[in-house]
């Protein structure tokens, strides 16, 4: 029997784990996207079917990637530009009385000093931002998509050229057969190459041949991967779109749906390297001003991304990665919970569980039994169902760690659920409290004198990690053999002490679990004030 067929049955004969009841639909949600060039906002009105009617929209081109050349720093100007920028896009969202969700994409997140502007953004600007992995950048990508065009049940290729970063996606419906973000934008290049916007002489040749090198492992990897239709997104898309239907005297209302053809991308890339400046360039027909000094390493970039690929033509879509993140944002809302997010949170958290864990049924185990008591135990700890979903996700990849040695296993895990490709669905930030709360589920508490990481964390998050590590650490104890004897748990709370009652299956003997889970019943204790007593009802 294989790892996935292990795992399937173990949930099978586990029963389903419930899950949070929903929230309330909000009748307005706001999404923001933190890019490399500009920082975008779009309002919407909540409709039917969880579609959506766009309000308002607010775009400021902040250039946050314009740091140093290796775009490892965002500096103080471009720092100011963005809170300000978050401050205003706030305001604008609590005028309709919208929640707002914002993400950040390249340059924040390949920036060491990231925290800072994360902080600075919560603390001057009230936005909470989330730091998403190139892989999840995709997959909102394609969310948003496919509320643009009508390639549903189509085999689909995306490719979203942004300032610091290129996502390449192929999938169909919302399954993801491959995701990769490449360190490729139109304002890397820009920088690399055309300095200030200015093309010398053999500029355009080196980076063509920089982005076939890029480009070339993507290539390997997706060389028996069909599709159907070709999409391209994002504004230096959408800008490339808009030259050639002025080019052919056309002014369409939307560009959504428009094709642009390996051809137009050759025809582009001439033009725009034919104005060696980028005050020459604006005064080409249809162009975007403000980005006439960064088109040219976009336009580079998408001809090349076309040859390599074999892409005919692309059509154009609108809607890329904020409205993805509205969509996002909104099963969110509703808990945390809905068959859209959960489902594919647990499908990644499986799949890693697949590849790194050969004892699925102790994770399924130790998983129902940390939500019997969470569930028992919410209330009194402050936690909620997102945070539900959190312990379970941590729950079933504790050992993940064991696939790089039993040695500190723990840490490891931290490791591989930080590093992994595979969690989608996530921000960065629940990820790290995932890996956290894995990496505390035995040996040393988390503490800020001692752990780096655990002292990087907000306080409120640092109480969240020891809260479910707490729990984890009881459940882990509670099936100590790997036999899964026990079948559940009544929580009994008093106020001073806290017992938890074990039943076994078909009257095992559950000695060993009950002395397990009540040495590592000590975290739990503290964080609740009173003493927690393990025993079996039997």
């Not at 401050?87 to 950040?104: Q, Y």
């Not at 996606?169 to 491959?178: A, D, F, I, N, Q």
């Not at 679990?513 to 503290?526: C, D, M, P, Y």
């Amino acid at each position: 029997m294989t790892v996935v067929h292990g795992l399937a049955a173990a949930y099978e004969r586990a029963g389903p784990l419930e899950r949070a009841e929903p929230g309330a639909t909000p009748e307005t949600i706001a999404a923001i996207d933190i890019g490399t060039n500009s920082i975008h906002m779009v309002v919407a009105r909540i409709a039917s079917n969880d579609r959506f009617e766009v309000i308002t929209r607010e775009k400021e081109m902040v250039r946050l990637g314009s740091g140093l050349p290796e775009m490892k720093h965002l500096d103080d100007a471009a720092i100011d530009r963005g809170v300000d920028t978050l401050r205003r896009c706030r305001a604008l969202a609590d005028s309709w009385g919208a929640p707002t969700f914002a993400v950040a994409t390249s340059a924040v997140r390949e920036a060491r000093n990231a925290s800072e502007f994360i902080e600075r953004a919560r603390a001057e600007a009230g936005v909470e931002v989330s730091v998403i992995s190139g892989r999840e950048e995709a997959r909102l990508i394609q969310l948003g998509v496919l509320q643009a065009l009508p390639v549903y049940d189509t085999d689909l290729l995306l490719v979203d050229v942004g300032g610091g970063s290129t996502e390449v996606l192929l999938g169909r419906g919302s399954e993801v057969r491959y995701a990769r973000s490449v360190k490729l934008g139109s304002l890397r290049l820009t920088r690399e190459f055309f300095p200030d916007g200015v093309v010398e002489r053999g500029a355009v040749r080196r980076c063509r041949e920089q982005v076939r090198t890029r480009l070339a492992s993507v290539v390997r990897e997706t060389e028996d991967l069909p599709f159907e239709v070709a999409v391209a997104s994002s504004g230096t898309a959408e800008s490339l779109a808009a030259m050639v239907a002025a080019r052919d005297g056309t002014v369409p209302q939307s560009l959504n749906g428009f094709r642009l053809t390996a051809t137009d991308l050759g025809w582009l890339v001439d033009q725009l390297a034919s104005a060696a400046t980028p005050a020459e360039r604006r005064e080409l027909p249809g162009i975007d001003a403000a980005r006439a000094d960064i088109l040219v390493g976009g336009a580079v970039l998408l001809e090349q991304v076309a040859r390599l690929l074999e892409v005919e033509e692309f059509q154009i879509s609108e809607y890329a990665l904020r409205e993805g993140v509205l969509l996002d944002g909104l099963h969110r809302l509703r808990g945390g919970s809905t068959h859209h997010l959960s489902d594919l949170r647990r499908a990644s958290v499986f799949h890693l569980v697949e590849l790194c864990d050969d004892d699925p049924d102790h994770a399924v185990q130790v998983a129902r039994l940390a939500l019997e008591l969470h569930d028992a135990l919410a209330g009194r700890l402050g936690l909620g169902g997102s945070e539900r979903e959190l312990l379970e996700a941590a729950a079933l990849l504790a050992n993940v760690g064991l696939f790089i040695s039993h040695s500190r296993h723990h840490k490891h895990s931290y490791y591989v659920i930080r590093n992994s490709e595979h969690m989608m669905g996530f921000t960065d930030r629940e990820v790290e409290l995932i890996a956290q709360v894995a990496r505390y589920h035995r040996r040393s508490v988390p503490s800020v004198e001692k752990h780096p990481e655990f002292a990087a964390l907000t306080e409120p998050d640092q109480q969240l990690v020891r809260s479910l590590a707490a729990i984890l650490r009881v459940a882990i104890g509670l099936d100590r053999n790997h036999d899964s004897d026990v079948a559940g748990l009544e929580v009994r709370d008093d106020g001073g002490v806290v017992r938890i009652l074990a039943t076994p299956v078909d009257g095992s003997d559950l000695e060993v679990e009950v002395a397990t889970g009540s040495e590592r019943a000590g975290l739990l204790a503290e964080l609740l004030g009173a003493d927690v007593v393990v025993s079996s009802a039997s």
